[in-house]
């Protein structure tokens, strides 16, 4: 007798059933599987509801909106000499800085100083990119709100340049010419242009003000007075806010030590007259070479006019403060005052106190022999005076920087 019970009371399975080579899935499984997917979607669409309610999700970047009381400055070359400084002067007085530098002459290390002094969120932004990259340029300028841009970023060595023309040709004038354009797609209507005072030439007469006829005689003067061109017809149809600052032969550091001039080693031999006495004075050359002795000056050699880079922030912080739609203000930045090579170089003796080693050579080509600025107009419109004078406390605070980094940025690269 066959027992039909034993096969009964045994649970069904809930495997698949194969008949004729195919397999049909159990319904019941399937709705589950199919539930649980719905189920999952739905969790998810509600998490993502959720999340675009947070105000921290919805929130856009400090940088790339406008904020009543803040005004944002794009720092080009901010990673610079010049540059850092002037985006450390902008970081204490509470603006927001966002610096863009390709790093072909600045440091990264001078950006990561900046960052430890004002690690707060929507204070600092770095961006790494090229000016000669307009679909770079334009992106930036798309996703951030400025409110005005300093303009620094150049090449800037007068020896460099007669050697080197096309270079300075691009990098100052065409690179001028796409941070302007960038400027005029997005409505950013303030530009404080560091201009310099190799676009006067060698003028017939000292001092020189802001109306003595530009007639630069090297390519970084002439390139740098075609960007002030540009800038200037630019301005004549638009409502755009402009400061020139023409700036003399900039000198020193921060006086608390936080940045300092570190210019790359294989420009040396371009570099300020300031980091050659650095140099010779830590034994990294032999000696300063003094390029030209006669010269129609008192000692037969340059005559310039010293700036100390702090009062050349202030000076531009000033602009900036003072700039206004449909001007353009243009304007020396010097202490009004010459001091020859010879005595440079007597100064940064008695500043390092190691008795610098001196060779005399021929002229540098593209140099000239006697500038010295006015600065009457920038004292009496913009309020605006040198205060750091004294050359040899000026190298002196420079030289603390120099000891106290002599990799210069190297360390926090």
Same mark, same amino acid.
């Given at each position: 007798?066959?027992?039909?019970?034993?096969?009964?009371?045994?649970?069904?399975?809930?495997?698949?059933?194969?008949?004729?080579?195919?397999?049909?899935?159990?319904?019941?499984?399937?709705?589950?599987?199919?539930?649980?997917?719905?189920?999952?979607?739905?969790?998810?669409?509600?998490?993502?509801?959720?999340?675009?309610?947070?105000?921290?999700?919805?929130?856009?970047?400090?940088?790339?909106?406008?904020?009543?009381?803040?005004?944002?400055?794009?720092?080009?070359?901010?990673?610079?000499?010049?540059?850092?400084?002037?985006?450390?002067?902008?970081?204490?007085?509470?603006?927001?800085?966002?610096?863009?530098?390709?790093?072909?002459?600045?440091?990264?290390?001078?950006?990561?100083?900046?960052?430890?002094?004002?690690?707060?969120?929507?204070?600092?932004?770095?961006?790494?990119?090229?000016?000669?990259?307009?679909?770079?340029?334009?992106?930036?300028?798309?996703?951030?709100?400025?409110?005005?841009?300093?303009?620094?970023?150049?090449?800037?060595?007068?020896?460099?340049?007669?050697?080197?023309?096309?270079?300075?040709?691009?990098?100052?004038?065409?690179?001028?010419?796409?941070?302007?354009?960038?400027?005029?797609?997005?409505?950013?209507?303030?530009?404080?242009?560091?201009?310099?005072?190799?676009?006067?030439?060698?003028?017939?007469?000292?001092?020189?003000?802001?109306?003595?006829?530009?007639?630069?005689?090297?390519?970084?003067?002439?390139?740098?007075?075609?960007?002030?061109?540009?800038?200037?017809?630019?301005?004549?149809?638009?409502?755009?806010?402009?400061?020139?600052?023409?700036?003399?032969?900039?000198?020193?550091?921060?006086?608390?030590?936080?940045?300092?001039?570190?210019?790359?080693?294989?420009?040396?031999?371009?570099?300020?007259?300031?980091?050659?006495?650095?140099?010779?004075?830590?034994?990294?050359?032999?000696?300063?070479?003094?390029?030209?002795?006669?010269?129609?000056?008192?000692?037969?050699?340059?005559?310039?006019?010293?700036?100390?880079?702090?009062?050349?922030?202030?000076?531009?912080?000033?602009?900036?403060?003072?700039?206004?739609?449909?001007?353009?203000?243009?304007?020396?930045?010097?202490?009004?005052?010459?001091?020859?090579?010879?005595?440079?170089?007597?100064?940064?003796?008695?500043?390092?106190?190691?008795?610098?080693?001196?060779?005399?050579?021929?002229?540098?080509?593209?140099?000239?022999?006697?500038?010295?600025?006015?600065?009457?107009?920038?004292?009496?419109?913009?309020?605006?005076?040198?205060?750091?004078?004294?050359?040899?406390?000026?190298?002196?605070? *420079?030289?603390?920087?120099?000891?106290?980094?002599?990799?210069?940025? *190297?360390?926090?690269?």
């Amino acid at each position: 007798m066959l027992n039909f019970a034993r096969g009964r009371s045994q649970p069904r399975s809930s495997r698949s059933m194969p008949m004729s080579g195919m397999e049909y899935p159990d319904p019941k499984k399937n709705n589950n599987f199919v539930g649980k997917v719905l189920m999952a979607a739905t969790l998810t669409a509600l998490c993502i509801v959720m999340l675009k309610q947070s105000p921290k999700f919805n929130a856009p970047s400090q940088f790339s909106q406008h904020e009543e009381g803040v005004t944002h400055v794009l720092v080009t070359g901010g990673a610079g000499y010049i540059g850092s400084h002037a985006a450390l002067r902008l970081l204490k007085e509470s603006y927001r800085v966002t610096i863009v530098d390709n790093l072909s002459r600045g440091n990264i290390g001078a950006v990561k100083a900046l960052q430890e002094l004002f690690p707060e969120p929507g204070q600092l932004q770095f961006i790494y990119a090229d000016l000669g990259d307009a679909k770079a340029v334009n992106k930036i300028f798309s996703k951030n709100s400025f409110d005005a841009v300093m303009h620094f970023a150049a090449v800037a060595y007068v020896g460099e340049s007669t050697l080197d023309p096309l270079k300075y040709y691009h990098n100052i004038t065409s690179n001028t010419l796409v941070v302007l354009e960038s400027m005029a797609a997005h409505g950013v209507r303030t530009l404080i242009y560091s201009s310099t005072c190799a676009t006067y030439g060698e003028p017939e007469k000292m001092p020189i003000t802001e109306e003595t006829p530009q007639v630069p005689i090297n390519p970084y003067g002439k390139a740098k007075k075609m960007a002030e061109d540009i800038i200037l017809d630019f301005s004549k149809n638009s409502d755009m806010a402009v400061m020139i600052l023409r700036y003399f032969n900039v000198i020193g550091s921060d006086p608390e030590g936080r940045l300092g001039e570190a210019p790359r080693p294989e420009l040396r031999e371009h570099g300020r007259i300031s980091g050659a006495c650095f140099d010779a004075a830590r034994g990294i050359i032999p000696g300063l070479k003094v390029k030209g002795t006669d010269y129609k000056t008192n000692d037969g050699t340059c005559i310039r006019d010293y700036i100390d880079v702090t009062d050349l922030v202030d000076a531009h912080v000033k602009a900036l403060q003072n700039a206004k739609p449909r001007k353009v203000g243009i304007y020396n930045v010097g202490t009004g005052r010459g001091r020859s090579v010879k005595e440079f170089v007597e100064a940064c003796k008695k500043a390092t106190g190691v008795e610098i080693k001196v060779e005399y050579q021929p002229r540098r080509p593209g140099d000239y022999a006697e500038v010295f600025s006015d600065p009457t107009k920038i004292r009496r419109e913009l309020n605006w005076t040198a205060q750091f004078t004294d050359l040899q406390e000026s190298l002196q605070i *420079a030289w603390r920087w120099q000891k106290a980094h002599p990799d210069g940025y *190297a360390a926090a690269s």
